[in-house]
Every structure is written in structure tokens, then in C-alpha cells.
């Protein structure tokens, strides 16, 4: 009777199969993370028209601002017990906002997720 040991379970079957499990396992586990942050990132966050958080800003309501490609969030009032408040820019974009922002104080930090997007890009080649 032949010895066949591609099939056996001790790691001699053939070289492709282990390591194509392995990266499939990987794979699921890094989209699953992925998917997770992504719909995770806007938890806790209001939502309200673009002319009312323009308005806390004109009434120097908001302390800190995340500017992103579609979407402004501000934090009003001390960063403690303050709930993000999040709307969309206009399509057509606002030119006064960012003059508004620096004449009432408001905090402009680096946006680290379009930096981490920019670094994933160009390591990737997307």
C-alpha cells in the first residue's frame, strides 16, 4: 500500500496549502478591523445642518475643529464633557469658513486619519 502524507494533518502536505490558509486568515482579520474602524469612526457624533454649527462658530460656541474632505466636526465648549457635533461642507465649499475659524480662536489640529490615508496610499500605490 502507497504512504500518502499530502494529505496528513502534521504540515507535509503540499507547500502551497499552509501558507494560502494562513494569508486567507489574515486577510479576514485585517478586513474585518478595517470594517470595524471605518464604521466605528463617527460613534457619539451629532449631526446638525451645516448653517447651525456655523452659527456656534459665529457665536464662539466651538473650541476645536477636524476639517475633512466632506465633513466638519467641532467640539464647542470645554473638551470634557463636550459632544462632537458634525456636519457636511457644502458641495460648493465655504470661503469664509476657515477666516471665521482663525478670527474666533478655534483650535485646527492635524487631521492624523487623512495623514494615515496619504502614508497608506503611497506605501500601497492606491
Given at each position: 500500500m502507497e504512504n500518502n502524507?499530502?494529505?496528513?494533518?502534521?504540515?507535509?502536505?503540499?507547500?502551497w496549502q499552509l501558507?494560502?490558509?494562513?494569508g486567507l486568515i489574515w486577510a479576514a482579520l485585517f478586513g474585518s478591523l478595517?470594517?470595524?474602524?471605518l464604521l466605528n469612526s463617527g460613534a457619539g457624533v451629532q449631526?446638525?445642518?451645516?448653517?447651525?454649527?456655523?452659527?456656534m462658530v459665529q457665536r464662539g460656541e466651538v473650541t476645536r475643529v477636524l476639517l475633512e474632505e466632506y465633513n466638519i466636526t467641532?467640539?464647542?465648549?470645554?473638551s470634557n464633557g463636550a459632544e462632537?457635533?458634525?456636519?457636511?461642507?457644502?458641495?460648493q465649499g465655504d470661503p469664509d469658513l476657515l477666516p471665521l475659524?482663525?478670527?474666533?480662536?478655534?483650535?485646527?489640529?492635524?487631521?492624523?486619519?487623512?495623514?494615515?490615508?496619504f502614508c497608506l496610499t503611497c506605501c500601497l500605490g492606491f
Open positions: 502524507r499530502e494529505n496528513e494533518p502534521n504540515g507535509t502536505g503540499p507547500p501558507p494560502l490558509v494562513r478595517m470594517l470595524w474602524a449631526s446638525v445642518p451645516y448653517s447651525e454649527l456655523k452659527a467641532v467640539v464647542s465648549g470645554s462632537p457635533v458634525r456636519a457636511a461642507i457644502p458641495a475659524l482663525e478670527a474666533k480662536g478655534v483650535e485646527l489640529p492635524p487631521n492624523r486619519r487623512e495623514a494615515f490615508r
